[in-house]
């Protein structure tokens, strides 16, 4: 909140009530209690307005998963190595099928602790 943490907030709340002083504080305290109702209820009717124009299709949207704050990009890297999926076809393995059609694989496996090389890249 505005970088001030806890006590900083304090201390300007009780230098406040006593610049103000007592006589003043009540007027005070209803002008900022009538602002906060105002903007709760502009902030209200501004979602309500909204939900209106966008129509009912958008109103099942659970809006949480698209929140950005939610993603961590290692674990979605250690999804996507963890996936047990299998890798998809080349288009080598696709053009040169083995017997009776079946695919077979473009490159032999590289030795291990080396990356396979691919002649068709460009």
């Known amino acids: 909140m505005f970088g001030i943490n806890g006590w900083e907030f304090v201390i300007i709340i009780v230098v406040a009530m006593l610049v103000i002083g007592p006589e003043r504080l009540p007027g005070y305290a209803e002008q900022l209690g009538a602002l906060v109702r105002r903007g709760r209820d502009l902030l209200q009717t501004a979602k309500a307005r909204v939900d209106d124009e966008l129509g009912p299709e958008f109103s099942d949207v659970d809006w949480s998963k698209l929140d950005p704050r939610q993603y961590d990009p290692r674990k979605i890297v ?5 996936d047990d999926s299998p890798p998809p076809y080349s288009r080598t393995a696709d053009r040169d099928g083995g017997p009776n ?15 396979p090389y691919d002649d068709e890249a460009t």
């Open 78 to 82: 250690r999804d996507a190595l963890l």
């Open 101 to 115: 059609g079946s695919p077979r694989s473009a490159a032999p496996a590289a030795e291990p602790g080396r990356a």
